[in-house]
């Protein structure tokens, strides 16, 4: 009989094999396992603290990143033709919400009030809204799809929904802007997806070739129906649309953009730990009790909805979403628990940044952000394709 | 008739309930028309190491994708200790079954340490709850000590050779604390050094394991038990010794074969006969 040819020295085959560091060998013997299965064994094996991941280490990039973002938010507020001072901006906002003044109790001037509340506050607002939902969608894109070039404007959803933005502008139903622009990145997603798909996978270089197509014809025809209905600044509303621009946002668009993070970013957040479990493929994240197509979609409707507010008020931003997750990985570890807060955090800050830049630069004409946001993306783009090394980027 | 005779004595539904181990009722999947898996009969002892075997195409993958749950039969139950997986949740079936597929991830760029914890996923409370907290990061050493990989525990995935990756996988399985392991060809692009030690460890485990295997002789070396599919169906089911014999292994591999007793520990050895040799001396003319 073979099988009772070995013998199960189970316990003695582990202690043979045992090189672990002296962290881990505090880890009694009982926990080899017993020759039969049994009722849960004492897995009583403790780590060491110097063996956990630093969780200080994550907090503290974490609460610098949202010190930062406010800091950032505030002195993005003062910049500008007009000079305002911190403790103005301080001042309005204090008086707008019905917060106590600062001491010095001088009062804001109207016309400076105005500035900050009514101009400055809804686009400062609203960059960091859109640069939070952009990141965020990024991240669960790469991690959903195993893509790490997956991102809504590399694979064509804010293109998308730039085109059905566009269109309902056009026909001036701009009630139903957030709602036109979420059905263009979906039929753009599906679409990527599709002319992507081979006999059941997608390899990452076939998703990106995809999505250049679908943000190709996403792009010409936005350009087509703002060319064709050629009001005023047809070339000037076009390189908005398709680079993506923040200088029209109002409260309204504060109210969209914000509506959308909550509301969505607070689900993904909650769900954040299932995408861990893809990082091994689809059949490891079922064999660890993983919905896998359930999952899937409904982070990538997620992301869909998302992209698709971000875009109805600011355009399509590119490359926020593609590199910032990278960027943060390093600063959080993968695990998305940690990575899409702060991801959300960062892409809030990266975004006021270059939109400052991009209405500060070339003062007073204005650049859409998107050019900005490309001139910084694209080299980090370049050395992330060139750094990597695997055949996952085939 | 070695047939699935282990199986019969499990067939009928009485005998299901409350079984200890693995029992495979008939299983049966279509796809497209196609019969995949038809009638899979077994019952598999709690503790023991099962060798699943079978050409390519057999239906060895399907069929451990359905015992761990991931896919459904049309037709039959999969029972582990008395649970039809079938009808377990998701996260239940998880917590209780742990499945390895060939394929694995060179370029992903984790520590070895947060590959195992992946494996405490079905085991986290469903919304908040701590993650990589101290008790998961416990059950991951543990796991790691137990496959021998203790002192990787601060690597990166993509700097371990294949041998390593398969270690540390099982690692991670084995953090899901499943009562049953199922690897799909553990050993594939392994060394032969890694290949033994590998099963050697397995089989130190005291878990039951299925492991869709290639090789016949390391399934003869290091399973209590053979499941050999052909085309979906049950072709043989039994102990090494009684399902490796020359006449069934030509039936269903096509392939002239010796079996030899190993001249250390006794247990079948298949040595193989290419197309060109000469017929055994046994099966000549009438």
Not at chain 1, 142 to 156: E, F, H, I, K, M
Not at chain 1, 293 to 311: C, E, S
Not at chain 1, 318 to 328: K, S, W
Not at chain 2, 139 to 164: E, F, K
């Amino acid at each position: 009989m073979p099988g009772t040819t070995h013998t199960r020295n189970s316990a003695s085959a582990a202690s043979d094999r045992l090189s672990v560091p002296a962290d881990a060998a505090s880890a009694p013997a009982g926990t080899a396992p017993a020759a039969k299965p049994a009722p849960p064994r004492p897995w009583a094996g403790r780590a060491a603290a110097s063996a956990a991941p630093r969780p200080g280490r994550y907090l503290f990039w974490l609460v610098t990143a949202v010190l930062a973002l406010l800091l950032g938010s505030a002195v993005a507020v003062t910049i500008g033709p007009a000079d305002v001072s911190l403790t103005q901006v301080w001042g309005s906002v204090a008086t707008h919400l019905g917060l106590p003044v600062l001491a010095d109790g001088t009062p804001v001037p109207p016309l400076t009030d105005a500035i900050v509340w009514q101009l400055r506050m809804p686009r400062v607002l609203t960059a960091a809204m859109v640069g939070a939902g952009l990141a965020l969608s990024g991240a669960v894109m790469q991690s959903v799809t195993r893509n790490p070039l997956a991102d809504p404007y590399l694979l064509g959803l804010s293109s998308g929904a730039s085109l059905g933005a566009v269109c309902v502008v056009i026909l001036g139903v701009g009630f139903a802007l957030p709602a036109a622009a979420f059905a263009g990145a979906l039929i753009a997603l599906f679409a990527t997806l599709n002319i992507a798909r081979v006999g059941g996978s997608i390899t990452p270089g076939r998703a990106v070739l995809a999505g250049l197509a679908i943000a190709q014809l996403g792009s010409a025809g936005t350009s087509f129906i703002i060319f064709w209905s050629a009001k005023g600044d047809s070339y000037r509303e076009i390189l908005n649309w398709l680079l993506g621009s923040l200088a029209g946002s109002s409260w309204t668009s504060v109210l969209i953009s914000s509506v959308a993070l909550a509301l969505v970013g607070t689900g993904i957040l909650l769900a954040a730990s299932r995408l861990d479990a893809f990082t091994f493929g689809d059949t490891n994240a079922a064999s660890l009790g993983i919905n896998v197509n359930a999952t899937r979609w409904g982070f990538l409707v997620a992301v869909a909805l998302l992209t698709g507010a971000m875009v109805a008020v600011s355009g399509a931003i590119g490359f926020v979403g593609l590199i910032l997750p990278h960027l943060v990985r390093g600063l959080s570890g993968p695990g998305h628990r940690r990575l899409l807060p702060l991801v959300a955090v960062v892409g809030a800050l990266f975004l006021v940044l270059a939109d400052t830049l991009a209405r500060t630069v070339f003062d007073p004409r204005e650049l859409p952000v998107g050019i900005i946001t490309a001139f910084i993306g694209v080299p980090v783009f370049i050395l992330l394709i060139k750094r990597k090394r695997s055949a996952a980027w085939a | 008739m070695v047939s699935a005779h282990g199986a019969r004595t499990g067939n009928s539904r009485t005998a299901l309930d409350g079984a200890a181990g693995v029992v495979l009722d008939e299983v049966s999947l279509r796809i497209d028309g196609v019969s995949i898996l038809s009638e899979v009969s077994a019952a598999l002892p709690p503790g023991t190491v099962t060798g699943l075997l079978g050409p390519n195409g057999a239906g060895k993958s399907t069929l451990l994708r359905i015992i761990a749950g991931i896919d459904r039969a049309d037709a039959g139950t999969v029972a582990l200790d008395g649970a039809v997986v079938g009808q377990l949740r998701r996260r239940e079936a998880a917590r209780r079954i742990a499945l390895l597929e060939q394929n694995l991830a060179p370029s992903v760029d984790l520590s070895v340490r947060e590959v195992v914890l992946l494996g405490r996923i079905p085991h986290r409370s469903r919304l908040l709850g701590s993650f990589g907290g101290e008790d998961d990061l416990g059950v991951a050493l543990a796991a790691l000590a137990m496959v021998g990989a203790g002192d990787l525990v601060d690597r990166r995935w993509h700097t371990l050779s294949g041998g390593q990756q398969q270690r540390v996988q099982i690692a991670r399985a084995l953090a899901q604390r499943p009562s049953l392991l199922l690897l799909d060809e553990p050993t594939n692009h392994l060394d032969v050094s890694a290949q033994l030690s590998l099963l050697h460890q397995v089989r130190g485990l005291g878990l039951t394991s299925v492991l869709a295997l290639h090789d016949l002789n390391l399934a003869a070396a290091y399973c209590d038990r053979i499941v050999l599919l052909q085309a979906g169906r049950l072709a043989a089911f039994g102990t090494p010794a009684e399902v490796l014999r020359p006449e069934i292994i030509r039936a269903v591999y096509g392939v002239d074969c010796d079996i030899v007793p190993h001249p250390r520990t006794g247990h079948p050895v298949i040595v193989f006969s290419g197309p060109d040799e000469p017929p055994r001396p046994n099966e000549g003319t009438p």
